[in-house]
């Protein structure tokens, strides 16, 4: 009856997935028809959306609904959880990593190189407060997550919105023709979904390690470092670090750039721009503290604790590898940045060699802010030497001593009073519960008689955003039309349901002659 539910529950997402992104391809369809399908020369198609005045803004939303679909933007980041729920972590890790990553690249060709600099303006605010707030909806989600997947699917929408974000001011700053600080955003969101692609793969094999030890994916105490050879944990240290933006790693480099950009709003001419990239810096402030509070739950409680019956956990060196490549793509970004350059970066030559002055990133000017991750990593090794000098000189001069952990005033603290994901995560589902708006559900089950408790069932959920003001309002509109037009065309006639094929097939013949 269980893998019965989960076979079910599998399905839904699956086509709750697909209709969602359906939605994108009929969207980008729409685009394709009013911008010139018959021509394959994309040059053509910035000409041809400036003829379309005031109504380029509606053309520019049609395609931040279609690619929106596949980055997972507000409301479109709700299929995200069930469908990396329904998989493996490994598929999980393909779907962050290029999925992702050609949706956001499209979605940037559509916004800097065709659409019309009259429209930049407006749909700059408009990526920019849709990122912020998926940003900040995602990562809330992902906080209160009792599986692996699940979580990190809520932290992949969150990446894809800090992207968006970085995107939204490209199109502020190329409104005003500020073409240095439009290839210095462009190329932030590059760089950052590229140091996510590897840190999200490594958590999402580390997921997988995990389910082979527990037999599930749920966020629990399972001890899988202490069973685990060095690889994993380097691996999984170094992916949740660089998700939770913390220095030397990826993530902490591409969210420092990303911060020094949105900063730069002093520059633009719109009030509304410099307010809307304002508010946005702070948007990004409380993601990124959700997100290290995430990572360190999914870490802290996932990897470590205690484990009733422990399985050897077997090598696992691509996760080791992956954990590497997160540090070296920071350590080595201004040498990655400076052979763009050197290779002819389609986009402002001049402003990607201005990123980086020597081992030093620095936004445009080193007058403004600047960091090194190579001195970060290097002063991160020499400064770990100070407390590993104090513990072995404690040992050596004390010996090993082993306490029990503080348990509120207990002497002995019992097993069933282990941290788990959902106590961690109280204090701030009680915080934002008008967000969350969560419900519990505890069904018991007795003995024969009645007044035994046999067990004792406690579900938990959390309600989500647009599924039952958007998404189920919507179904139940197309279901009353298609059962009320149902009536009408299966009406057992022959001749009619020949009629219906004949006038199909005039249309796709129309449709392929139009185009």
């Not at 269980?2 to 391809?25: F, K």
């Not at 990396?84 to 559509?110: C, M, Q, T």
């Not at 802290?300 to 009733?308: A, T």
């Not at 149902?486 to 006038?503: E, F, K, P, R, V």
């Amino acid at each position: 009856m269980v893998g019965l539910q989960e076979t079910q529950r599998g399905g839904q997402a699956s086509l709750y997935m697909l209709a969602l992104l359906e939605i994108g391809a009929v969207a980008l369809l729409l685009c394709l028809v009013l911008l010139g399908a018959s021509d394959t020369q994309f040059a053509v198609w910035a000409a041809s959306w400036s003829t379309y005045g005031t109504a380029a803004f509606g053309v520019a939303v049609l395609f931040i609904i279609g690619f929106g679909a596949k980055l997972g933007i507000l409301p479109f980041y709700e299929w995200y959880p069930g469908a990396y729920g329904s998989g493996s972590g490994a598929s999980g890790a393909l779907l962050s990593g290029i999925v992702l990553n050609v949706a956001y690249f499209a979605l940037g060709r559509a916004m800097l190189d065709w659409l019309p600099v009259s429209a930049a303006t407006g749909v700059g605010i408009l990526l920019v407060a849709l990122g912020t707030v998926s940003a900040i909806l995602a990562i809330l989600y992902a906080f209160q997550q009792e599986d692996w997947r699940r979580l990190l699917a809520f932290s992949t929408a969150e990446n894809a919105g800090l992207a968006v974000v970085a995107l939204g001011a490209a199109s502020l700053f190329r409104a005003d023709g500020l073409s240095m600080l439009t290839t210095l955003a462009w190329t932030v969101g590059l760089i950052h979904l590229g140091g996510h692609s590897l840190a999200k793969g490594a958590m999402m094999l580390s997921a997988d390690r995990v389910a082979a030890v527990r037999g599930n994916y749920q966020i629990a105490q399972s001890r899988v470092l202490a069973l685990a050879p060095w690889t994993l944990g380097i691996g999984a240290l170094f992916g949740a670090m660089s998700l939770a933006a913390m220095p030397p790693m990826a993530g902490f480099a591409s969210e420092w750039y990303l911060f020094q950009t949105v900063f730069q709003d002093f520059h633009l001419t719109s009030s509304a721009a410099r307010v809307a990239l304002a508010l946005s810096g702070a948007g990004l402030a409380l993601t990124a503290a959700i997100a290290l509070a995430t990572m360190v739950k999914v870490f802290g409680i996932g990897l470590l604790g205690r484990e009733e019956n422990p399985t050897e956990v077997t090598g696992r060196w691509p996760l080791l590898g992956l954990g590497l490549l997160v540090l070296a793509y920071a350590v080595a970004l201004p040498w990655t940045l400076a052979a763009l350059v050197r290779d002819g970066w389609p986009a402002v030559p001049a402003a990607v060699a201005a990123m980086v002055r020597g081992p030093i990133l620095v936004p445009l000017t080193p007058h403004f802010a600047f960091i090194s991750p190579p001195l970060l990593l290097l002063m991160g090794v020499l400064l770990a030497l100070i407390p590993l000098g104090l513990l072995g000189w404690s040992q050596h001069s004390h010996g090993r001593r082993r306490v029990p952990v503080w348990g509120h005033g207990l002497r002995r603290i019992p097993a069933d009073n282990a941290v788990t994901a959902l106590a961690f995560s109280n204090a701030l589902r009680e915080f934002y519960s008008f967000v969350y708006r969560p419900s519990t559900n505890t069904e018991k089950s007795h003995t024969d008689r009645h007044y035994f408790v046999h067990e004792v069932h406690f579900n938990y959920s959390q309600a989500p955003v647009f599924g039952p003001w958007l998404f189920r309002p919507a179904v139940r509109l197309v279901q009353n039309l298609s059962d009320r037009i149902g009536l009408t065309l299966q009406n057992g006639s022959l001749n009619a349901y020949l009629a219906y094929i004949g006038i199909l097939l005039i249309v796709i013949l129309g449709s392929v002659f139009y185009l």
